[in-house]
């Protein structure tokens, strides 16, 4: 199983970014799915899951701001993130659960450099 992250970039405060995450040699079409981040000298954090069934948990930190979505169809799962501010620079990561629930286990792609700076 592969996980291919993109979207990440340099964006102002206040503006959004979309980064996709895709999946290919996967046979976890309905796994949960999740967004982490890791900031410079700071760990690795959760910021959002997706389960199987679509319901969806975010990190206090970025709840009403960040959005997470998932087309079945393609194994791509979306996060929307809007109003960022300069603490949500970090490199984001997206992961494929083992279980329909997120679980620790599971594979990870490779990270996406998210900037918000003016």
């Known amino acids: 199983v592969q996980l291919q992250a993109c979207g990440g970039g340099l964006v102002q405060p206040e503006g959004s970014l979309t980064l996709s995450c895709t999946t290919s040699g996967n046979i976890f079409t309905r796994n949960a799915m999740a967004w982490h981040r890791q900031a410079p000298g700071k760990q690795r954090e959760k910021v959002a899951v997706?389960?199987?069934?679509?319901?969806?948990w975010y990190a206090d930190s970025v709840q009403g701001r960040f959005s997470i979505t998932r087309h079945i169809d393609d194994n791509t799962a979306i996060l929307e993130m809007h109003k960022l501010k300069p603490e949500d620079t970090a490199v984001y990561y997206c992961?494929?659960?083992?279980?329909?629930?997120?679980?620790?286990?599971?594979?990870w792609g490779q990270g996406t450099l998210v900037t918000v700076s003016s």
């Open positions: 997706i389960t199987s069934g679509g319901s969806t």
């Open positions: 992961f494929l659960s083992s279980t329909g629930y997120y679980s620790d286990v599971g594979f």
